[in-house]
């Protein structure tokens, strides 16, 4: 039985993490940081994401991830 506990780090906004979760997706991320969807743009390892994918990309260890944010208004 291995007694280790496995974590994923990997990069979000310039900050370092760790998650027990070994499963989670782009979307998962999203959510759970609670942004709203409508107004920004994902770069997953240097390469911008479009929306539809955004369930499909499963977080892995030593990934960057950015978000950008969109502001409305003057």
């Known amino acids: 039985m291995d007694k280790t506990k496995k974590f994923k780090a990997f990069w979000f906004n310039g900050e370092k993490y760790s998650c027990s979760n070994?499963?989670?997706t782009m979307l998962d991320l999203i959510n759970y940081?609670?942004?709203n969807s409508t107004l920004l743009?994902?770069?997953y390892n240097n390469n911008i994401?479009?929306?539809k994918n955004?369930?499909?990309i499963i977080i892995s260890n030593d990934d960057i991830?950015?978000?950008i944010t969109i502001v409305v208004g003057g």
């Open 22 to 24: 070994l499963k989670f």
């Open 41 to 43: 743009v994902v770069e």
């Open 65 to 67: 991830i950015e978000i």
């Open 33 to 35: 940081f609670n942004y």
């Open 54 to 56: 955004w369930n499909k």
């Open 49 to 51: 994401v479009v929306k």
